[in-house]
């Protein structure tokens, strides 16, 4: 599990047995580790003292390992025993249940003791979920403690519902996705690739994945084209999926003040919650997070029912934040509608509400075309939703973008893009390449990629508009500019990813 900004990783359940490099590299990179002990999702025997014998043994030593790393941040006892694995009241046993009382000789005393014993220095926490005090039974408590929110997968609730989370440290969710083309080829026939066949069927980790994906996806997007595009747009509804918690974590920093997605890796290729595919792939998400996480985030919530963008800066750097905020409004085509400039300051780990646009005018320029199913909305449906885009850009005191993002009054799948053509320059330093791309239309989630090569570029997946300029770079071992530019692709999402 991991902070989108690699700020904090949460090393859960047996990965206590990592190897010491993991922890180096945490040391050198400044990245903080919750620390789980090898307990999750069970109820575990400790009316047996020979079993706490041999938990304390470990314990101890897993403890003695590792208290002395500057990575360390917080010891937790366990993952979801207290969410569904602990009865209270009773005093016996159930099928699937633990008593309070037995719950607590392990993770309120055991655990606890030796970590004050061996470490004493960091904190305890002694479940994820927890709800401190005296009410541990509502691990939905959103007044203190932290929480497990699978309302948008396991519950079926709508993406945009995570805007209503108020928690105040948001400790596990997440999406599912396929891993790409390449990575599924390494354990498929060629017969074998499609979504619903046995070997894909095998390699689905969750009972109700496929089917979970696709309903959202089919919510928000065309119906992809091919099997390559359905693995590429499993990914993008993950990315957006957490995409809408982040920012919105972001825009309640001081309500909410930590945000862990499930999760970052994977030890077997197949369709999972993570980021980064067995092979070490960059999903989709993996692009968008270090955006939704940069330190300087400007974000946009759009509200259909009146007509409204509010315009939000999020400052997560040491200082203040001084700078612009800009905003335009496009049509498909890029051509400008509307445009906002505006100076600010916002504090050191804040968010500001910078401004509320009113683009009513805008929505209303050709009239009201509802779907039947929208026609019980209390608001009109405007045709011009899908054909305007809000563009929002941080700038530095010098004019330097510090952040941009895109927001939309319509779903994806009903949005009027046009075909873009793309242009592009490549500077070279041997290995080491500068790619600016420009595109002729606006091309929301662009895919850049290299021809039958693994390529790790510094952003992927970016909100294209006519007259921005958009510069990657990336570094390709063995290969030359030239034959950089003959294996590079770049390719509209919904218009074009089977290319």
């Known amino acids: 599990m991991v902070d989108a900004n690699m700020n904090m990783v949460r090393v859960w359940g047996g990965g206590i047995y990592e190897s010491d490099l993991f922890y180096d590299l945490c040391d050198q990179l400044g990245i903080l580790v919750w620390q789980d002990f090898m307990f999750a999702c069970s109820s575990y025997p400790t009316f047996d003292e020979g079993f706490l014998e041999s938990v304390n043994t470990e314990a101890k030593y897993q403890v ?8 360390l941040a917080l010891w937790c006892g366990n993952n979801e025993v207290e969410q569904g694995f602990v009865d209270w009241e009773a005093n016996e046993w159930s099928e699937h249940k633990m008593p309070g009382h037995c719950y607590r000789r392990l993770f309120d005393e055991l655990l606890p003791r030796i970590v004050a014993e061996e470490d004493g220095v960091t904190a305890y926490w ?33 993406i945009e519902e995570q805007r209503r989370w108020r928690f105040r440290f948001m400790s596990e969710f997440g999406f599912q996705s396929f891993p790409e083309l390449r990575t599924v080829e390494s354990f498929t026939a060629p ?9 894909m069927d095998y390699h689905q980790r969750s009972s109700m994945g496929n089917r979970t994906i696709f309903n959202y996806l089919l919510d928000w997007f065309a119906v992809p084209m091919n099997f390559e595009h359905s693995l590429l747009m499993t990914q993008l509804i993950q990315a957006l999926c957490i995409e809408y918690a982040a920012e919105h974590a972001r825009r309640i920093q001081g309500r909410m003040d930590g945000l862990l997605y499930w999760q970052l890796n ?26 939704n996480f940069a330190p300087i985030l400007a974000s946009v919530v759009e509200d259909r029912g009146s007509s409204t963008v509010e315009l939000h800066l999020s400052n997560h750097q040491p200082n203040a934040f001084k700078g612009k905020l800009q905003c335009v409004v496009t049509d498909a085509s890029g051509s400008v509608l509307h445009q906002w400039l505006q100076a600010v300051e916002v504090p050191t780990q804040t968010n500001l509400l910078v401004e509320t646009l009113d683009l009513s005018g805008l929505r209303k320029r050709y009239g009201s075309q509802a779907l039947p199913q929208d026609r019980g909305l209390k608001s009109e449906v405007y045709a011009a939703d899908r054909d305007t885009f809000v563009w929002i850009s941080a ?10 993002n895109m927001a939309a009054f319509s779903r ?12 592009f320059n490549v500077n070279s330093q041997g290995e080491n390449h500068c790619i600016e791309i420009n595109s002729s239309q606006v ?37 030359c500019a030239q034959t950089l530019k003959d294996k590079l692709r770049i390719r509209s999402l919904l218009i074009g990813w089977d290319k």
């Open 395 to 404: 700038l530095d005191e010098e004019g330097k973008e510090l952040s941009c």
């Open 412 to 423: 994806p799948k009903h949005w009027q893009l046009r075909q873009p053509e793309f242009t």
């Open 266 to 291: 994977d030890i077997w290729p197949g369709a999972t919650w993570s980021s980064i595919d067995v092979y070490g792939r960059w999903k989709i998400l993996h692009y968008t997070v270090k955006r």
């Open 126 to 158: 002694p479940s994820s979920s927890h709800t401190p005090g005296s009410n541990r039974k509502d691990v939905y408590d959103a007044t203190c403690g932290d929480a497990h929110a699978w309302s948008v997968w396991f519950g079926g609730r709508p």
């Open 191 to 199: 017969q074998d690739r499609n979504l619903s066949n046995w070997i």
């Open 443 to 479: 091309s929301p989630w662009t895919w850049i990629s290299l021809e039958d090569t693994d390529c790790r570029f510094s952003d992927n997946f970016l909100h294209m508009r006519p007259g921005q300029a958009y510069t990657i770079y990336c570094s390709v071992a063995h290969m």
């Open 64 to 71: 003695r390992r590792l208290q002395h790393r500057a990575c």
